[in-house]
Nanobody, 113 residues
Framework: QVQLVESGGGSVQSGESLQLSCVAS????????MDWYRQVPGGEREFVAQ???????VYANPVRGRFTISRDNAKSTVYLQMDNLKPEDTAVYYC???????WGQGIQVTVSS
């Protein structure tokens, strides 16, 4: 059974950093494009970043220059390094496998001012 499990979330102060991880099991993500999304209560899930199988990356405007997506196919893991965090980054963050159309369970990130 395919699973995506996020970790690394938590509560930080504005300006601090966090690194999220998404570990995939039951599948080989080497050829999959992988995304990070986020969602606030009452809001829609919004795109944050994407890394394609060849390593090309795409970022949403609000996070460009502060967040970095990367992958380690040998570990079946996708990362989201989040620097200079802002209160508006507070959300539940989800990992998404575009090939399998599979979501992780989500992990909370809270940034206080």
């Amino acid at each position: 059974q395919v699973q995506l499990v996020e970790s690394g979330g938590g509560s930080v102060q504005s300006g601090e950093s966090l690194q999220l991880s998404c570990v995939a099991s039951g599948t080989d993500i080497k050829m999959h494009s992988m995304d990070w999304y986020r969602q606030v209560p009452g809001g829609e899930r919004e795109f944050v970043a994407q890394i394609q199988s060849g390593g090309r990356t795409v970022y949403a405007n609000p996070v460009r220059g502060r967040f970095t997506i990367s992958r380690d196919n040998a570990k079946s893991t996708v990362y989201l390094q989040m620097d200079n965090l802002k209160p508006e980054d507070t959300a539940v963050y989800y990992c998404y496998d575009l090939y399998l159309l599979k979501w992780g369970q989500g992990i909370q990130v809270t940034v206080s001012s």
